[in-house]
Nanobody, 124 residues
Framework: QVQLVESGGGLVQAGGSLRLSCAHS????????MGWFRQAPGKEREFVAA????????YYTDSVKGRFTISRDNAKNTVYLQMASLKPEDTAVYYC?????????????????WGQGTQVTVSS
């Protein structure tokens, strides 16, 4: 059974930065893609970023391109989301997810495990 535990969320002013971390408990971490999704109040969960098993391929939703960076450390079973130039519209609960695909994917149905989420609040 895979467990994902996110950390690093919090309250930050607009223009600030945060780094989210997601620790993966299983032995299969280095074999599969990982992703970050977010859900704002009253909205559906949306894709944010994904990274392939090797880290060689990444995808981002248009609204975070150039501001967010996804990375992974397979030796530490951890995936990161570095967020910069944060905006109030980035406020949401951020979820880490583990895919059953090797390649990075934006499709939530291709992720089999999800973390509990971490709150990110950006004040204006």
């Amino acid at each position: 059974q895979v467990q994902l535990v996110e950390s690093g969320g919090g309250l930050v002013q607009a223009g600030g930065s945060l780094r989210l971390s997601c620790a993966h408990s299983g032995r299969t971490f280095s074999s599969y893609a990982m992703g970050w999704f977010r859900q704002a109040p009253g909205k559906e969960r949306e894709f944010v970023a994904a990274i392939s098993w090797s880290g060689s391929s990444t995808y981002y939703t248009d609204s975070v391109k150039g501001r967010f960076t996804i990375s992974r450390d397979n030796a530490k079973n951890t995936v990161y989301l570095q967020m910069a130039s944060l905006k109030p519209e980035d406020t949401a609960v951020y979820y880490c997810a583990a895919s059953f695909m090797n390649g990075a994917t934006t499709r939530p149905e291709q992720y089999g495990y999800w973390g509990q989420g971490t709150q990110v609040t950006v004040s204006s």
